[in-house]
């Protein structure tokens, strides 16, 4: 790889091509998938020694929902993101009467704020850097470093991985994907460096946080009891026990902290702790789904629908499912009161209601008239039942949907 002094280079940063559509580059800026990119890159070059595979449950599809590219439009440089779904953010050039207009997208039809919009003649390698450094969303940075920094993590070895989290590339400018691999290996030796400081900093947080969650939980602060317990459970700032955490959330729950009662239901559903109690499960469920909380519902219609802690009763759950689609409204698509609906001939009151309601829906807007579209697919299958699993466990509120829902416990 290029050392400091070659990639600091005048003439490197000076560089610039004479035209982003040359006939000779027929196959530079072209649209492409971000696997297809590197094999490509890789049969090219000969250096198959940077080429990462996407994650496997995604597929391979980094960079496939991309915009589609405007009249004339070339990519001149793209970051590649080593993410759960492979994400791509593409810096794109086209011609225009005045010279040249760039644009930044990616697949969440993101807004980038950026310098410079457009130039006389194509970027030289240094401004095209800036251009790069300077990427913004609402005032935050997209730089490679801000993307890497935003993991958040404080592990050496979860840092120097992230040295290949953000891949930056071009067709044409030969040293940009070097400038910013020798970038990223700077990057990760200032992490490096401050570790100690930050994780002292870090500790003495988490230490304060912890001696204050403990005083208000003594106190019986709902809020405090339902944090003190998922730090248990955990074991973060205190020694990890899920007994503890099941405690602390039944104590917060009977306090009314709906986020405690939550906890609690998932442990007594999954077995968590060693304690299994699908009824109790339930009830706690139906609770908040008397509240209009939307986990509640949804896992209250769910328990109903499947047999958990019950036996299996369809109009039960379509009751909870159509409350939470109530709440939401007509413009929201409502898969579980489908799937209550399907193969069904619609005899009691409250599936004809259900079923008017998607007529209505339909009248006004494209959710209903998939809802009924989907109704009409033929037979599909009831849901499976699987256990809550622990990753709804947390200290963050609990959403409520709109509306009113009523009770069916």
């Known amino acids: 790889m290029e050392n400091l002094s070659l990639l600091a280079n005048a003439a490197v940063l000076d560089f610039a091509p004479e035209t982003y559509w040359d006939e000779l580059l027929s196959d530079a800026g072209k649209d492409r998938n971000e696997l297809e990119r590197r094999l490509l890159n890789a049969i090219s070059t000969g250096d198959w020694s940077n080429l990462r595979l996407p994650p496997v449950q995604f597929g391979v599809e980094g ?86 920094s935003h993991q958040g993590t404080t592990d050496a070895a979860a ?49 304060a946080e912890t001696t204050a969650v403990r005083r208000a939980a003594r106190h019986d602060d709902p809020a405090a009891l339902t944090d003190l317990g998922y730090r248990h459970f955990l074991g ?19 306090l009314g902290d709906p986020r405690g009662t939550f906890n609690l239901a998932v442990c007594l559903q999954d077995g968590l702790g060693g304690l299994r109690k699908p009824e109790d499960a339930l009830k706690l469920y139906e609770r908040l789904a008397e509240q209009g909380y939307y986990v509640g519902l949804k896992m209250a219609g769910f328990c109903r629908h499947v047999g958990i802690g019950c036996r299996p009763n369809r109009l ?18 409502a898969d579980d009161l489908v799937r209550c609906l399907r193969n069904t001939d619609h005899k009691t009151e409250l599936e004809r209601d259900a079923i008017a309601w998607i007529r209505d829906a339909a009248k006004i807007g494209a959710a209903g008239q998939n809802m009924l579209r989907s109704l009409g697919e033929g037979p599909t299958s009831d849901p499976v039942a699987h256990d809550a699993g622990v990753g709804y466990l947390g200290t963050d509120p609990l959403v409520r949907v709109g509306g009113n829902p009523g009770s069916t416990a």
Do not use: H
């Open 236 to 254: 973060k700032g205190v020694a990890r026990s899920i007994s503890d955490a099941i405690e602390l959330w039944r104590r917060a729950s009977d």
């Open 159 to 207: 840092i120097r991985q992230l040295g290949t989290f953000v891949t930056v590339s071009s067709d044409f400018y030969p040293s940009l994907e070097s400038w910013y691999r020798y970038e990223a290996e700077r990057w990760v030796k200032d992490q490096l460096s401050e570790l100690p400081r930050i994780n002292k900093l870090r500790q003495s947080k988490l230490d």
């Open 63 to 148: 960079g496939d929902y991309l915009p589609k590219f405007l009249n004339c439009e070339v990519e001149i440089a793209r970051l590649s993101l080593e993410s759960t779904t492979w994400d791509v953010k593409s810096i794109r050039a086209r011609p225009t009467s005045r010279g040249i207009a760039y644009r930044v997208v990616d697949e969440y039809n993101s807004k980038y704020s950026f310098r410079p919009k457009s130039s006389r003649r194509p970027l030289s390698m240094g401004q095209l850097v800036e251009l790069i450094e300077g990427l913004n969303i609402d005032g935050a940075s997209s730089s490679p470093a801000a993307l890497r």
């Open 316 to 333: 039960l759950a379509l009751q909870w499912y159509f409350d939470i689609a109530k709440g939401w409204g007509k413009e929201r698509f």
